[in-house]
């Protein structure tokens, strides 16, 4: 069975303190690895899509990296507005159009 | 940039009602999917669309019926609700073959009394 695992649950950093959000996947065969973001009462929105081990995107201060157990999300001196919920999924090789969410890490980033 | 669009942010219906909600995508995607999200349990897949007229079963399909007439409209269907199926529900849009992204919507709150 496909499984997705984040962590931690809830992560709080001062503004300004790096870190990182761990995804963690099981799946028989990887199409793509996604990284979500959603504020609360609001749909998530889009960040990354990763394909490969290897990979690597960044946007402003995020920056996600893909192996072939885990993706990472480094968040480099965040501010308040970097609060939210992060969510990971995966597209396995099976179910092309199906995506199998983690739960989340929600990051609370204190001014 | 890929807009998806639900007809109502907040909802309030009672017990027994049929309830519908309505989602619409401007980006010509062929796959459509219709998720519920409840604390705790995270994301989970109720049903989803691949092509006009077509739907298949998610992980929760029980207690709702999909519709999808025309390629960009899908809609969700709650024969007859029940409190249990208070929750946000989402709507999301893939383009298919290229990749499996999904955009996703603004999201409805539903609450049924």
């Known amino acids: 069975e496909d499984q997705v695992t984040q962590s931690p649950e809830a992560l709080r950093l001062q503004e300004g303190e790096s870190s990182s959000l761990n995804c963690s996947y099981t799946v028989s065969g990887l199409r793509g690895l996604f990284w979500y973001r959603q504020d609360p009462g609001k749909g998530p929105e889009f960040l990354f899509t990763?394909?490969?081990a290897g990979e690597e995107k960044e946007k402003e201060r995020l920056k996600a990296t893909l192996t072939k157990k885990e993706s990472f999300l480094h968040i480099t001196a965040p501010k308040p507005e970097d609060s939210a919920t992060y969510l990971c999924?995966?597209?396995?090789?099976?179910?092309?159009?199906?995506?199998?969410f983690g739960s989340g890490t929600q990051l609370t980033v204190l001014p | 940039d890929v807009k998806v669009t639900q007809s109502s942010r907040y909802l309030v219906k009672r017990t027994g009602e049929k309830v519908f909600l309505e989602c619409v995508q401007d980006?010509?995607?062929?796959?459509m999917f219709w998720y519920r999200q409840d604390p705790g349990l995270g994301l989970r897949l109720i049903y989803f669309s691949y092509d006009v007229k077509m739907k298949e079963k998610g992980d929760i399909p029980e207690g709702y019926s999909v519709s999808r007439e025309k390629k960009e409209r899908f809609s969700l269907i709650l024969e007859s609700a029940s409190t249990n199926q208070t929750s946000m529900y989402l709507c999301a849009s893939s383009l298919a073959g290229v990749t499996d992204t999904q955009y996703f919507g603004p999201g409805t709150r539903l609450t049924v009394l």
């Open positions: 980006m010509d995607h062929e796959n």
């Open positions: 990763l394909y490969s």
């Open positions: 999924a995966v597209s396995p090789s099976g179910s092309a159009r199906q995506l199998t």
